[in-house]
Protein backbone atom coordinates (compact mmCIF):
# COMPACT_ATOMS: atom_id res chain seq x y z
CA UNK A 1 0.00 0.00 0.00
CA UNK A 2 1.14 3.68 -1.06
CA UNK A 3 2.34 5.88 1.50
CA UNK A 4 -1.01 7.56 3.11
CA UNK A 5 -3.44 5.85 0.81
CA UNK A 6 -6.98 6.44 1.72
CA UNK A 7 -8.48 4.05 4.41
CA UNK A 8 -12.02 4.83 3.80
CA UNK A 9 -12.84 1.78 1.44
CA UNK A 10 -11.89 -0.06 4.07
CA UNK A 11 -14.59 1.09 6.48
CA UNK A 12 -17.68 -0.29 6.22
CA UNK A 13 -20.52 1.26 4.87
CA UNK A 14 -22.73 2.15 7.64
CA UNK A 15 -19.78 3.60 9.97
CA UNK A 16 -18.78 5.70 7.32
CA UNK A 17 -22.15 6.96 7.73
CA UNK A 18 -22.77 6.77 11.26
CA UNK A 19 -23.32 10.20 13.30
CA UNK A 20 -21.79 9.30 16.84
CA UNK A 21 -23.60 9.68 19.94
CA UNK A 22 -22.51 13.30 21.14
CA UNK A 23 -22.25 13.60 24.90
CA UNK A 24 -22.90 16.27 26.99
CA UNK A 25 -19.49 16.77 27.72
CA UNK A 26 -18.12 16.74 24.30
CA UNK A 27 -20.39 19.95 23.44
CA UNK A 28 -19.17 21.89 26.43
CA UNK A 29 -16.14 21.29 28.00
CA UNK A 30 -15.46 24.45 30.68
CA UNK A 31 -14.34 23.96 34.18
CA UNK A 32 -16.86 26.71 35.94
CA UNK A 33 -20.40 26.59 35.54
CA UNK A 34 -23.66 25.36 36.84
CA UNK A 35 -23.62 22.04 35.16
CA UNK A 36 -27.48 21.26 34.52
CA UNK A 37 -27.15 19.10 31.17
CA UNK A 38 -26.27 15.50 32.04
CA UNK A 39 -28.59 14.57 34.43
CA UNK A 40 -26.09 13.90 37.24
CA UNK A 41 -27.14 14.18 40.58
CA UNK A 42 -25.93 17.18 41.59
CA UNK A 43 -23.77 16.57 44.98
CA UNK A 44 -20.09 15.86 44.76
CA UNK A 45 -18.67 12.68 46.20
CA UNK A 46 -16.01 12.31 43.39
CA UNK A 47 -17.85 10.54 41.04
CA UNK A 48 -21.11 12.49 40.54
CA UNK A 49 -20.14 13.59 37.01
CA UNK A 50 -19.46 11.68 34.07
CA UNK A 51 -15.85 11.75 33.07
CA UNK A 52 -13.68 12.65 30.25
CA UNK A 53 -14.74 10.19 27.39
CA UNK A 54 -11.75 11.46 24.82
CA UNK A 55 -9.46 10.53 28.05
CA UNK A 56 -7.39 14.23 27.39
CA UNK A 57 -5.57 14.44 30.27
CA UNK A 58 -3.57 10.78 30.23
CA UNK A 59 -3.83 11.25 26.22
CA UNK A 60 -1.53 14.63 26.65
CA UNK A 61 0.81 12.33 29.03
CA UNK A 62 1.04 9.33 26.75
CA UNK A 63 1.93 11.77 24.18
CA UNK A 64 4.95 13.11 26.28
CA UNK A 65 6.25 9.72 26.97
CA UNK A 66 5.74 8.20 23.79
CA UNK A 67 6.74 10.91 21.64
CA UNK A 68 3.75 10.66 19.11
CA UNK A 69 1.44 13.30 18.84
CA UNK A 70 -2.10 13.24 20.57
CA UNK A 71 -3.96 13.22 17.44
CA UNK A 72 -2.29 9.88 16.81
CA UNK A 73 -3.40 8.27 20.11
CA UNK A 74 -6.39 6.59 21.24
CA UNK A 75 -7.03 4.83 24.84
CA UNK A 76 -9.02 1.89 24.83
CA UNK A 77 -10.47 -0.09 28.06
CA UNK A 78 -7.29 -2.60 27.22
CA UNK A 79 -6.13 -3.46 23.99
CA UNK A 80 -9.15 -6.03 23.59
CA UNK A 81 -11.21 -3.16 23.26
CA UNK A 82 -9.18 -1.54 20.48
CA UNK A 83 -8.79 -5.30 18.93
CA UNK A 84 -12.82 -5.42 19.14
CA UNK A 85 -13.40 -1.89 18.01
CA UNK A 86 -11.00 -2.52 14.70
CA UNK A 87 -13.11 -5.83 14.30
CA UNK A 88 -16.33 -3.61 14.18
CA UNK A 89 -15.34 -0.33 12.12
CA UNK A 90 -13.52 -2.32 9.35
CA UNK A 91 -15.14 -6.05 9.01
CA UNK A 92 -18.68 -6.64 7.94
CA UNK A 93 -20.01 -9.43 9.68
CA UNK A 94 -20.56 -12.49 7.50
CA UNK A 95 -18.60 -11.23 4.57
CA UNK A 96 -15.03 -10.05 5.81
CA UNK A 97 -12.20 -11.71 7.22
CA UNK A 98 -9.09 -11.04 9.08
CA UNK A 99 -5.95 -13.11 9.14
CA UNK A 100 -3.73 -13.94 12.09
CA UNK A 101 -0.14 -15.16 12.26
CA UNK A 102 -0.32 -18.32 14.63
CA UNK A 103 0.65 -19.38 17.55
CA UNK A 104 -0.62 -15.48 18.51
CA UNK A 105 -3.08 -14.40 20.79
CA UNK A 106 -6.77 -15.75 21.55
CA UNK A 107 -8.31 -12.49 21.42
CA UNK A 108 -8.56 -12.03 17.70
CA UNK A 109 -10.01 -15.04 16.86
CA UNK A 110 -12.18 -14.44 19.90
CA UNK A 111 -13.07 -11.11 18.89
CA UNK A 112 -13.63 -11.94 15.19
CA UNK A 113 -16.02 -14.99 16.09
CA UNK A 114 -17.77 -12.57 18.19
CA UNK A 115 -18.37 -10.05 15.11
CA UNK A 116 -19.16 -13.24 12.56
CA UNK A 117 -15.61 -12.66 10.93
CA UNK A 118 -13.83 -15.66 9.25
CA UNK A 119 -10.24 -15.83 11.31
CA UNK A 120 -7.28 -16.96 8.83
CA UNK A 121 -4.73 -18.22 10.31
CA UNK A 122 -0.88 -18.25 8.91
CA UNK A 123 1.24 -20.78 10.62
CA UNK A 124 4.62 -18.79 11.54
CA UNK A 125 7.70 -20.72 10.45
CA UNK A 126 8.82 -23.60 12.76
CA UNK A 127 11.38 -21.11 14.28
CA UNK A 128 8.34 -18.45 15.24
CA UNK A 129 9.68 -16.45 12.54
CA UNK A 130 7.24 -14.33 10.41
CA UNK A 131 6.70 -15.81 6.95
CA UNK A 132 5.53 -12.70 5.30
CA UNK A 133 4.95 -14.27 1.89
CA UNK A 134 2.24 -16.70 3.40
CA UNK A 135 0.55 -13.54 5.26
CA UNK A 136 0.26 -11.84 1.89
CA UNK A 137 -1.03 -14.92 -0.08
CA UNK A 138 -3.42 -15.36 2.73
CA UNK A 139 -5.29 -12.12 2.28
CA UNK A 140 -7.68 -11.68 -0.52
CA UNK A 141 -10.23 -8.77 -1.05
CA UNK A 142 -12.39 -9.71 1.67
CA UNK A 143 -9.86 -9.25 4.46
CA UNK A 144 -9.65 -6.17 6.25
CA UNK A 145 -7.41 -6.45 9.44
CA UNK A 146 -4.34 -8.46 9.47
CA UNK A 147 -3.03 -9.01 13.08
CA UNK A 148 0.85 -9.26 13.81
CA UNK A 149 1.93 -9.75 17.82
CA UNK A 150 5.51 -8.34 17.98
CA UNK A 151 6.88 -9.88 20.42
CA UNK A 152 5.05 -12.75 20.01
CA UNK A 153 2.46 -14.35 22.21
CA UNK A 154 2.96 -17.40 23.69
CA UNK A 155 6.35 -18.13 21.78
CA UNK A 156 8.05 -14.53 22.65
CA UNK A 157 10.14 -13.39 19.77
CA UNK A 158 10.13 -10.36 18.09
CA UNK A 159 9.09 -10.51 14.86
CA UNK A 160 11.10 -9.05 11.82
CA UNK A 161 10.55 -6.11 11.03
CA UNK A 162 11.14 -5.89 7.45
CA UNK A 163 8.64 -8.94 7.09
CA UNK A 164 5.98 -6.70 8.87
CA UNK A 165 6.91 -3.64 6.84
CA UNK A 166 6.33 -5.89 3.42
CA UNK A 167 3.01 -6.73 5.00
CA UNK A 168 1.84 -2.91 5.57
CA UNK A 169 3.32 -2.22 2.23
CA UNK A 170 1.87 -5.02 0.26
CA UNK A 171 -1.54 -6.28 1.92
CA UNK A 172 -3.43 -3.60 1.09
CA UNK A 173 -5.66 -4.30 3.89
CA UNK A 174 -5.18 -2.90 7.68
CA UNK A 175 -1.89 -4.18 9.62
CA UNK A 176 -2.51 -4.14 13.49
CA UNK A 177 0.65 -4.71 15.21
CA UNK A 178 0.22 -6.01 19.06
CA UNK A 179 3.09 -4.56 20.47
CA UNK A 180 2.04 -5.60 24.36
CA UNK A 181 5.20 -6.81 24.86
CA UNK A 182 7.68 -3.78 23.24
CA UNK A 183 8.79 -2.55 26.39
CA UNK A 184 10.83 -5.58 27.20
CA UNK A 185 12.21 -5.82 23.67
CA UNK A 186 15.37 -4.50 22.44
CA UNK A 187 13.52 -4.17 19.23
CA UNK A 188 12.04 -0.89 18.77
CA UNK A 189 7.99 -0.11 17.89
CA UNK A 190 6.73 0.67 14.96
CA UNK A 191 4.16 3.35 16.49
CA UNK A 192 6.59 6.28 14.49
CA UNK A 193 5.20 4.42 11.25
CA UNK A 194 1.97 5.32 11.86
CA UNK A 195 2.41 8.87 10.29
CA UNK A 196 3.38 7.49 6.88
CA UNK A 197 1.37 4.25 6.89
CA UNK A 198 -2.32 4.95 7.29
CA UNK A 199 -3.27 0.86 7.38
CA UNK A 200 -1.69 0.32 9.83
CA UNK A 201 -2.50 0.37 13.68
CA UNK A 202 -0.03 -0.24 16.89
CA UNK A 203 -1.47 -1.44 20.03
CA UNK A 204 -0.08 -0.73 23.46
CA UNK A 205 -1.12 -1.52 27.06
CA UNK A 206 -0.33 -0.53 30.18
CA UNK A 207 -1.20 -3.87 31.81
CA UNK A 208 2.52 -5.22 31.07
CA UNK A 209 5.44 -3.44 31.86
CA UNK A 210 3.28 -0.70 33.10
CA UNK A 211 1.59 -3.14 36.11
CA UNK A 212 -2.11 -1.57 35.41
CA UNK A 213 -3.38 -4.53 34.45
CA UNK A 214 -6.61 -3.86 36.58
CA UNK A 215 -6.74 -0.60 35.42
CA UNK A 216 -7.63 -1.49 31.80
CA UNK A 217 -6.01 0.88 29.87
CA UNK A 218 -5.15 0.23 26.41
CA UNK A 219 -3.43 2.54 23.70
CA UNK A 220 -3.64 2.49 19.98
CA UNK A 221 -1.71 4.70 17.92
CA UNK A 222 -2.92 5.44 14.13
CA UNK A 223 -3.84 7.70 11.50
CA UNK A 224 -5.61 10.10 13.14
CA UNK A 225 -8.87 9.35 10.64
CA UNK A 226 -8.54 5.92 12.23
CA UNK A 227 -8.36 7.50 16.10
CA UNK A 228 -11.81 9.81 15.12
CA UNK A 229 -13.41 6.29 14.16
CA UNK A 230 -12.58 4.51 16.87
CA UNK A 231 -14.08 7.11 19.27
CA UNK A 232 -17.10 7.37 17.18
CA UNK A 233 -17.65 3.69 17.66
CA UNK A 234 -16.42 3.23 21.70
CA UNK A 235 -18.68 3.84 24.35
CA UNK A 236 -19.08 6.90 24.93
CA UNK A 237 -17.54 6.80 28.62
CA UNK A 238 -15.16 4.05 28.13
CA UNK A 239 -12.63 4.39 31.04
CA UNK A 240 -13.59 5.67 34.57
CA UNK A 241 -12.75 8.24 36.33
CA UNK A 242 -11.36 6.18 39.07
CA UNK A 243 -9.47 4.14 36.02
CA UNK A 244 -8.25 7.26 34.52
CA UNK A 245 -7.11 8.97 37.95
CA UNK A 246 -5.22 6.11 38.84
CA UNK A 247 -3.47 5.67 35.56
CA UNK A 248 -2.44 9.80 35.49
CA UNK A 249 -0.82 9.01 39.03
CA UNK A 250 0.92 5.90 37.67
CA UNK A 251 2.28 7.57 34.78
CA UNK A 252 5.05 9.84 37.22
CA UNK A 253 5.98 6.99 38.20
CA UNK A 254 9.19 5.59 35.81
CA UNK A 255 8.78 1.29 35.44
CA UNK A 256 12.34 1.72 34.02
CA UNK A 257 14.02 0.37 37.04
CA UNK A 258 11.83 -3.02 37.18
CA UNK A 259 11.97 -3.72 33.68
CA UNK A 260 15.30 -4.11 33.99
CA UNK A 261 15.16 -6.17 37.05
CA UNK A 262 12.63 -8.27 34.59
CA UNK A 263 15.11 -8.49 31.71
CA UNK A 264 18.21 -9.58 33.56
CA UNK A 265 15.69 -12.25 35.49
CA UNK A 266 14.44 -13.39 32.03
CA UNK A 267 18.38 -14.26 31.32
CA UNK A 268 19.14 -16.03 34.32
CA UNK A 269 16.51 -18.06 33.99
CA UNK A 270 16.71 -19.03 30.95
CA UNK A 271 19.71 -19.76 31.66
CA UNK A 272 19.44 -21.99 34.43
CA UNK A 273 15.86 -23.50 33.23
CA UNK A 274 17.59 -24.74 29.76
CA UNK A 275 20.19 -26.90 31.38
CA UNK A 276 17.82 -28.91 33.10
CA UNK A 277 17.74 -32.58 32.22
CA UNK A 278 14.26 -32.95 31.11
CA UNK A 279 14.02 -29.97 29.40
CA UNK A 280 13.72 -29.77 25.45
CA UNK A 281 14.46 -25.71 24.71
CA UNK A 282 13.71 -22.68 26.24
CA UNK A 283 12.64 -20.27 23.39
CA UNK A 284 14.43 -16.91 23.30
CA UNK A 285 12.46 -14.26 24.61
CA UNK A 286 11.89 -10.38 24.06
CA UNK A 287 8.68 -10.55 26.32
CA UNK A 288 8.37 -10.98 30.00
CA UNK A 289 7.74 -14.64 29.84
CA UNK A 290 9.82 -17.90 28.24
CA UNK A 291 8.40 -20.25 25.89
CA UNK A 292 10.18 -23.54 27.28
CA UNK A 293 9.33 -27.27 25.90
CA UNK A 294 9.60 -30.11 28.24
CA UNK A 295 9.45 -34.16 28.03
CA UNK A 296 5.98 -34.35 29.41
CA UNK A 297 4.28 -30.81 29.85
CA UNK A 298 1.16 -32.23 31.49
CA UNK A 299 3.15 -33.83 34.05
CA UNK A 300 5.28 -30.97 34.77
CA UNK A 301 2.39 -28.44 34.66
CA UNK A 302 0.48 -30.35 37.39
CA UNK A 303 3.76 -30.92 39.46
CA UNK A 304 4.38 -26.99 39.61
CA UNK A 305 0.53 -26.46 40.54
CA UNK A 306 1.46 -28.80 43.61
CA UNK A 307 4.21 -26.77 44.61
CA UNK A 308 1.52 -23.49 44.16
CA UNK A 309 2.97 -22.39 41.10
CA UNK A 310 0.84 -21.66 37.95
CA UNK A 311 2.42 -21.36 34.58
CA UNK A 312 0.53 -21.41 31.77
CA UNK A 313 -0.17 -25.20 29.74
CA UNK A 314 0.11 -24.25 26.00
CA UNK A 315 0.99 -28.10 25.09
CA UNK A 316 -2.43 -27.83 23.10
CA UNK A 317 -1.74 -24.96 20.86
CA UNK A 318 -0.38 -25.47 17.46
CA UNK A 319 3.17 -25.50 16.91
CA UNK A 320 3.30 -25.37 20.99
CA UNK A 321 3.41 -29.42 21.78
CA UNK A 322 5.38 -29.87 24.70
CA UNK A 323 5.46 -26.16 25.98
CA UNK A 324 4.24 -24.17 29.02
CA UNK A 325 4.61 -20.49 28.82
CA UNK A 326 6.66 -19.48 32.05
CA UNK A 327 5.98 -15.34 33.39
CA UNK A 328 8.97 -14.05 34.68
CA UNK A 329 8.08 -13.09 38.27
CA UNK A 330 10.14 -11.06 41.42
CA UNK A 331 13.96 -12.42 42.05
CA UNK A 332 12.29 -14.56 44.85
CA UNK A 333 9.49 -15.97 42.99
CA UNK A 334 12.19 -17.10 40.22
CA UNK A 335 14.08 -18.50 42.85
CA UNK A 336 10.86 -20.62 43.63
CA UNK A 337 10.07 -21.78 40.68
CA UNK A 338 13.78 -22.88 39.94
CA UNK A 339 13.59 -24.78 43.32
CA UNK A 340 10.70 -26.79 42.20
CA UNK A 341 11.59 -27.28 38.59
CA UNK A 342 14.76 -29.19 40.74
CA UNK A 343 12.67 -31.08 43.05
CA UNK A 344 10.57 -32.19 39.81
CA UNK A 345 14.13 -32.99 38.27
CA UNK A 346 15.11 -35.43 41.13
CA UNK A 347 11.51 -36.51 41.71
CA UNK A 348 11.44 -38.32 38.42
CA UNK A 349 14.80 -39.77 38.60
CA UNK A 350 13.85 -41.40 41.51
C1 LIG B 1 -1.57 -9.29 27.63
C2 LIG B 1 -1.77 -8.96 26.20
C3 LIG B 1 -2.51 -7.83 25.83
C4 LIG B 1 -3.08 -6.93 26.88
O1 LIG B 1 -4.41 -6.74 26.78
P1 LIG B 1 -5.10 -5.65 27.73
O2 LIG B 1 -6.52 -5.77 27.31
O3 LIG B 1 -4.49 -4.32 27.35
O4 LIG B 1 -4.83 -6.01 29.13
C5 LIG B 1 -2.63 -7.54 24.49
N1 LIG B 1 -2.05 -8.30 23.55
C6 LIG B 1 -1.32 -9.38 23.89
C7 LIG B 1 -0.65 -10.16 22.84
C8 LIG B 1 -1.17 -9.74 25.22
O5 LIG B 1 -0.46 -10.83 25.52
Known amino acids: MDMKTDITRLVRANIRELSPYSTARDEYQGSLGVFLDANENPYENGYNRYPDPRQTKIRERLSEIKGMPVENIFTANGSDEAIDLLMRIFCTPGKANIVAISPSYGMYGVSAAINDVQLREVPLREDFSLDADSVLAACDSQTRLVFLCSPNNPSGNALDRSAMLRI?????????????YADFS????????VKEYANLVVLQTLSKAWGLAALRLGIAFADSSVVKLMGMVKYPYNISKASQEAVLKALEQPVDGQVKVIVEERG???????????????????????????????????FLIGEGIIVRNRNRVRSCAGCL??????????????????????????
Not at 168 to 180: F, K, P, Q, W
Not at 186 to 193: A, V
Not at 325 to 350: C, F, H, W
Open 168 to 180: IRESGCMVVIDEA
Open 325 to 350: RMTVGRPEENDALIAALEKYSKQRKG
Open 268 to 302: RLAGVISAMDFVMKVWPSDANFLLVKVEDADRLYE
Open 186 to 193: SQGSLRSL
